[in-house]
Nanobody, 117 residues
């Protein structure tokens, strides 16, 4: 079992920045994809950013150039730096860990990001 805990969500004005953190613990395998997804009320959960164990990144089109995903392997932590935030970024942001070889697809509890004046 893998446990993911997100933090860093907040209420922020448009144009502001936030940094989300996700700490993974438990039975973590070597080959993983970690990422951030978000879900607004009435909407499907959508990809924000992914980071593979090899360091490759992938971003949703709506956040390219504004958000940056990074990780600290020693701390089993992934971050999401969110800049130039827009009201449409308002959502619950979820951390995800998926092992690309063995079974396992895990989610954190989510952290609320609200972008509003």
């Amino acid at each position: 079992q893998v446990y993911l805990v997100e933090s860093g969500g907040d209420f922020v004005q448009p144009g502001g920045s936030l940094r989300l953190s996700c700490v993974a613990s438990g039975r973590i395998l070597s080959t993983n994809v970690m990422g951030w997804y978000r879900q607004a009320p009435g909407k499907q959960r959508e990809l924000v950013a992914q980071l593979t164990s090899g360091g490759r990144t992938n971003y949703g089109d709506s956040v390219k150039g504004r958000f940056t995903i990074s990780g600290d392997n020693a701390k089993n932590t992934v971050y999401l730096q969110m800049n130039s935030l827009k009201p449409e970024d308002t959502a619950v942001y979820y951390c995800n860990l998926r092992n690309t070889i063995g079974p396992g697809d895990y989610w954190g509890q989510g952290t609320q990001v609200t972008v509003s004046s």
